[in-house]
């Protein structure tokens, strides 16, 4: 099976399945296809299915060009029938892997993703989780599922491994193509044969380590290293503010130092699918062996509660103006939990400003890049400019998330007040009316 799976990766006769078209599954399949695979994009929901095949690319870091030639030529199509997941010789799973009510790992959809790959596995196939989840999850979940479901044996009929998705949205340098990817299998063939068809693929560097659960751990803790230097630098901008020290100048001044130091930034929380969910599923594993990650914990919950502090420090602004938060007019200045992209996943100005509506402050916001957003049930819809009657109109500017299309400046003309999350306002020399976190 190993070198016949070989030879076909070399000849490009590779049959490719990803399973989830977000936004690991999409630029993962236009790049399968662009190296010369035939691939299909597997989703429940129609609409990407439909975009996919009629040549439409819904995903920022992805070309538009690309996916309109790559299904002109016929290199890549989607469905929604997944029993043509019986033609594929290797199958990506990249579904989501949120958290549930209770800030526990749900993987219900990696659970039922699998069972379906399960009903239509044939031999000789390689199947590749990329979802970020917990270590074990491939060894302990997906190898029972798929052997149960199709009665094939893992390492003699298919092989598994875990490959974690390494995705930056917005970052100009590093795609998916140029990454470096970390791959673990089950078996030393499994791990030649799924490392083989992803230096098919990338440019970047592919890691190969000896089991999933390093994977699967190794993903967890890129990670979790940022939660945790996020969350100390919060704590320290909390503690600054009280000392009437910046924060930011002095990371600005720690940077100085070219060896031991890596520059984190303080905000209003964490957004994005990984760093704000991961170090959970890692705390969550960790009970089943009765150990509690208590560094791990406390910058989970440093975090997790900046959207009240930032409330805090609102209500202390709009208190010197002898305002209060009720009725008080507030314009939010970027939803996305990053600059300049479209995604707003677990973003915490949405958080901030479901608190300050809770108070009964009247919030309208600006994002260029998120006309609409819809969050716990409630919708918001972005004021189409950024006018200066918008801007006079407001009480109280909140720069919540940086983006580089914002004239700072012409808001800073025109804001009766401004609290800047993100320093967006640095460079700035009129200062009278721009507090920073």
Known sequence: MKEQLLSKIYDREIR??????????????????????????????ASKVDAVNAGQNYIGDVIDD???????????????????????????????????????????????????????????????????????????????LLEQGSGLTCGEDFYLGFSPERVDPGNAVYKTKNTPKVVGAIGA?????????????????????????????????????????????????????????????????ARSKPYGFQAFY???????????????????????????????ES???????MPDYCVDRIAAILNKQERAVKNAAILVLGVAYKQDID?????????????????????????????????RGTRGTSIPQLTAEAVQAASLVIIATAHTTVDYGFVQQHAQAIFDIKNATKALADRQNIEVL
Request: aromatic letters at 10%.
């Open 16 to 45: 490719v399945a990803v399973v989830g078209l977000g936004y690991v599954g999409l630029p993962l399949a236009v790049e399968k296809a662009k190296a010369g695979f035939k691939t299909v994009g597997f989703d429940v929901q």
């Open 66 to 144: 690309d996916v309109a030639k790559l299904v002109a030529s016929g290199m890549l199509c989607a469905s929604l029938d997944f029993s043509r997941l019986s033609e594929a010789d290797f199958i990506a799973i990249c579904v989501p892997t949120p958290l549930d009510a209770h800030q526990q790992p749900d993987i219900s959809y990696v659970q039922s993703s699998t069972e379906t790959i399960a009903r239509y596995l044939s031999r000789g196939t390689m199947v590749v989780l990329e979802s970020t989840t917990y270590p074990g999850t491939t060894e302990e979940l997906i190898r029972p």
């Open 189 to 253: 063939d499994a791990l030649e044969v799924i490392a083989a068809m992803y230096r098919a693929v990338l440019d970047g560097d592919v890691f190969e380590v000896s089991t999933p659960a390093i994977a699967e751990m190794e993903k967890i803790l890129e990670n979790t290293y940022r939660n945790v230097n996020i969350g100390l630098i919060n704590e320290l901008a909390i503690l600054c503010h009280k000392m009437g020290i910046d924060i930011w100048e002095v990371v600005d001044a």
């Open 266 to 296: 303080p905000g209003a929380g964490l957004g994005g699918h990984c760093i704000p969910l991961d170090p959970y599923y890692l705390s969550w594993k960790a009970r089943e062996y009765g150990f509690h990650t208590s560094m791990i």
């Open 299 to 305: 910058s989970m919950m440093i975090n997790d509660a």
């Open 343 to 375: 995604d707003y996943r677990e973003s915490p100005a949405l958080r901030v400003i479901e608190l300050l509506e809770a108070q009964g402050a009247r919030v309208s916001y600006y994002d260029p890049f998120i006309p609409e957003y819809q969050y």
